[in-house]
């Protein structure tokens, strides 16, 4: 039992931190652009298969390295090619335009790599135990994916708090107009936050590839996870964002590790009627439910603390 | 009191008016009736029957998105749960021998989305905007889900059917043939509009517009803008839900594909490519989608990426959709300066074609190389043939698509000053006349 904790809190967290990879640059351009990108975990996608297109040409380091920055430079792209035009139609047309943006991704992923798992593996020189704990071998390619995630966190968090840039990005967040009255390019400043956003995701996405599984949907099955998380911890709070991704990554984890069920507590008892209609809850395991736990999580935090944890306006 | 009332009501439609007004539904009736006539062949009564299912869908779509002001992502759980229960309640009625005729069968599944649509939907529409839209998509990860765990309902993988020729039978239909079915579906389609119609005529559908535009004015005039999207919302899923049931009836199935996003994002499209500022909008959008994706998944492997290409052109340059553009034209052709803007349109149409042109052969020979790279390299695509191996091909693509953007862009800026000559003109002769 306690194995199961001790893994299962250090697979949460993860999990967790690599939420927040994708949270934080998907809060940041809320706040600044007021426009959810529905296309963020197509950007996680393709820093998968870029890392696992380049990784077979030069190496894994290498596309660690540069699989990031060309998902950062679509992601400049696309804010300056098409989310700035489409602004003056408001924001239901910037939301729209990244929808069909993440389908379009897909579509053209599928096209060039196939619907099929890619085989994306894990580097050989990350590819041994880390450490035993009670006869359980913990992979030291996920203490890897941890110090990545939690390095860049603290990186993003000095930027953010004490350089000139990061002061620069905090007032544009609440005052754009004053920000640009200063003297400040706020477009530039938002191109390039959306850049640096799409370009964590995209880190995200090559540190996970190798771990989770790399295929064409897991952008779809990753980026309702992700609207789940801001909206949880509070559209636009950053910190908000932080304890949501923790808390649905160790929820989550937990969950799936968790065989008990209905039938299991109560099975003695067995009323008639659970044999029939109610067959499936009865029956059902936690860790079968796991996939829906988030979105249980987010009608809870809807009904009894609609602004998110953390959260403080109303959009 | 009353004077005023007079004074500020619209005055009474005249007769040619209210003529013209029942007119259009009778001819609309007329239409429906007789287009088996003329398309008679199984393949397009199964068609038009997709378009009737699909134009409900959009319009009760366009209850929340056009008219109310709210994005949502998750609009098929309605729709698919409105299926489930009319295939449920088929299986039942048929078991039980009950005196319940197919026609009346849509209404259990507008029911149903009713039921639900007040369900989830206080909690849903308690913010509008953006926060509205991830909870639909929250909401609606929740329900498809759940329906994959629920499988004495749902089904699982492989969905539940019915049997629809074993009901009640009135008039001797048996509603096994597809002919009977379009009827069947044109029937509520027809009723389900004039009654979408009717609805935004009403207090409660001005209110919703209201509350698209100025949410915090409704609530000083003294209304609840949560009550008003809630109302809004209920209709919506009411509507979606006649959709579900008759697409359930058309198919005599029920999947989870009904519920999920795949099928939430359709209708988003069709709503928005149609265009959603008219009432008219989704309709012309659900006509348009469904004829595209059967007819493109005929001519190309990846119609999709077309149909999401499509919607982003749309979302970029013509935010009003289809109806949108040519409504546009409208105050031109009333003060007769169409004529102007027609040359120049010509003009920017061919770079435009060229462009989509060359776009549509990289892509083609693109795919060629990736989907199936070991195939013949003469492949076929819209109906021409071609050679993907040939360079010629790599260099006509390459200068149609570069060519036609350069083109293309300093022409739509002529078009621009062209309409705004023509739309100055235009109001040049409204101000005088």
């Not at chain 1, 035009?85 to 993440?102: D, S």
Request: with cysteine.
């Amino acid at each position: 039992m306690l194995e199961l904790i001790v893994i299962s809190t250090l697979n949460g967290i993860l999990f967790g931190m690599l939420l927040f990879l994708m949270a934080s640059g998907l809060t940041v351009i809320f706040s600044m652009l007021g426009v959810l990108n529905f296309a963020h975990a197509s950007f996680y996608m393709l820093g998968a298969f870029f890392g696992f297109q380049i990784s077979r040409w030069f190496g894994f380091w290498t596309a660690l390295l540069i699989a990031p920055l060309l998902a950062g430079a679509i992601g400049v792209a696309v804010e300056r090619f098409g989310l700035r035009p489409v602004h003056r139609n408001g924001h239901v047309a910037e939301l729209l335009f990244t929808f069909g943006l993440a389908f379009v991704i897909e579509e053209i992923v599928q096209i060039i790599w196939g619907k099929s798992p890619v085989d994306f593996r894990i580097p050989s020189s990350l590819d041994f135990p880390a450490f035993t704990i009670f006869s359980t071998n913990y992979p030291a390619y996920k203490m890897f994916m941890l110090l990545v995630s939690i390095a860049i966190f603290a990186a993003l968090l000095i930027v953010l708090k004490k350089t000139r840039i990061g002061l620069i990005v905090q007032a544009a967040l609440t005052h754009p107009h004053m920000v640009a009255h200063l003297g400040h390019n706020v477009g530039r400043i938002f191109m390039l936050v959306f850049g640096v956003g799409t370009a964590l995701a995209a880190v995200a996405g090559v540190i996970a590839g190798p771990a989770l599984v790399t295929q064409s949907n897991m952008a779809g099955l990753l980026g309702p996870i992700l609207f789940v998380v801001v909206v949880v911890g509070g559209l636009g709070s950053l910190p908000g964002a932080f304890v949501a991704s923790l808390l649905i990554g160790l929820i989550q984890t937990f969950a799936v590790s968790m065989n008990g069920s209905l039938s299991g507590a109560f099975g003695p008892l067995s009323p008639a009627y659970a044999s029939t209609w109610l067959a499936d809850i009865w029956s059902v395991t936690i860790a079968q439910v796991a996939p829906i736990v988030p979105y249980v999580l987010l009608v809870l935090i809807l009904i009894f603390r609609p602004m998110g944890l953390l959260g403080t306006r109303d959009t | 009191m009353s004077e005023i009332a007079t004074t500020v009501a619209p005055p009474l439609p005249t007769a040619t008016e209210k003529l013209k007004f029942y007119g259009m539904w009778v001819a609309a009736a007329v239409v429906l009736v007789l287009l088996p006539r003329v398309f008679g062949s199984g393949g397009s009564l199964t068609t038009f029957s997709l378009i009737g299912i699909s134009i409900i869908f959009s319009l009760s779509y366009n209850i929340l998105l056009g008219q109310t002001g709210l994005l949502s992502f998750g609009h098929a759980v309605y729709y698919g749960l409105g299926g489930f229960l009319v295939i449920h309640a088929i299986n039942i009625i048929g078991a039980n021998k009950l005196p319940i005729p197919l026609p009346v069968i849509p209404l259990i599944g507008g029911l149903t989305g009713l039921f639900f649509g007040a369900l989830l939907g206080w909690v849903s529409t308690q913010r509008s905007g953006t926060a509205f839209a991830m909870i639909s998509l929250g909401v609606a990860e929740l329900i498809a889900s759940s329906a994959l765990i629920l499988r004495t309902f749902f089904g699982g993988e492989a969905g539940v059917s019915a049997n629809r020729t074993k009901l009640f039978k009135i008039f001797g239909w048996s509603f096994g043939p597809q002919i009977q079915i379009y009827y069947l579906v044109a029937a509520w389609t027809l009723i389900a509009v004039i009654a979408m119609y009717a609805l935004t005529r009403t207090p409660l559908g001005r209110m919703c517009n209201a509350v698209r535009d100025n949410p915090e004015r409704v609530q000083f005039v003294g209304y609840n803008p949560h009550v008003v999207r809630y109302l809004a919302f209920c209709f919506s899923g009411f509507f979606a839900g006649i959709a579900g049931a008759l697409a359930a009836i058309n198919f005599e199935i029920a999947n989870s594909a009904y519920l999920g996003a795949q099928q939430s994002g359709t209708v988003l499209f069709a709503a928005f490519i149609g265009g959603i500022g008219f009432f008219i909008g989704p309709i012309v959008g659900a006509i348009f989608v469904t004829i595209l994706s059967l007819g493109l998944s005929d001519l190309t492997q990846v119609w999709q990426l077309y149909f999401g290409l499509i919607f982003i052109a749309v979302v970029l340059f013509a935010p009003g959709g289809i109806t949108g553009l040519l409504m546009m034209h409208r105050p031109l052709l009333k003060a007769g300066t169409l004529p102007q803007v027609l040359p120049s349109y010509l003009f920017a149409l061919v770079p435009t074609l060229a462009m989509i042109a060359g776009l549509v052969l990289a892509v083609e020979t693109i795919v060629h190389y990736t989907v199936n790279p070991g195939d013949d390299s003469h492949i076929k695509a819209f109906g021409i043939p071609f050679d993907a191996a040939s360079p010629s091909i790599w260099a006509i693509s390459a200068v149609l698509l570069v060519g036609g953007f350069l083109v293309a862009r300093k022409d739509w800026v002529r078009v621009k000053e062209a309409w705004d000559r023509a739309g100055s003109l235009a109001r040049e002769k409204d101000v005088s006349a």
